[in-house]
């Protein structure tokens, strides 16, 4: 699971760093054809595979590659569905927008 803070800060000079999230392909060697998935957050890739190194000490470490960004919700108007047609909707903090043409 994904922490809600995925903001560090750093042991030397107490400036915050963005973590990212990376993915995590490994199996275990009583497992071969099991293929696990996990996710880290780490602020970089060297990061993320010492982490992962610890975490799985005995497991083979098959993949790991940054996890691509999620785009802003806020990136997206409001809309709801009535009767058969999406609708424009908006909270305050959102511009007013043309209603779509038909």
Do not use: R, V, Y
């Given at each position: 699971?994904?922490?809600?803070?995925?903001?560090?800060?750093?042991r030397d000079d107490g400036r915050k760093t963005v973590l990212a999230s990376y993915n995590i392909h490994f199996v275990h060697p009583d497992a071969p054809r099991n293929v696990r998935l996990e996710r880290l957050l780490a602020p970089n890739l060297a990061a993320a595979l010492n982490m992962a190194d610890g975490l799985f000490p005995d497991a083979t470490i098959l993949r790991i590659h940054k996890t691509p960004a999620r785009p802003r919700m806020d990136d997206y108007p409001d809309a709801r569905?009535?009767?058969?047609a999406f609708h424009p909707s908006r909270t305050g903090d959102q511009p007013a927008q043309a209603p779509?043409?038909?």
């Open positions: 699971m994904l922490s809600k803070d995925l903001m560090t800060e750093s569905f009535i009767k058969g779509p043409a038909d």
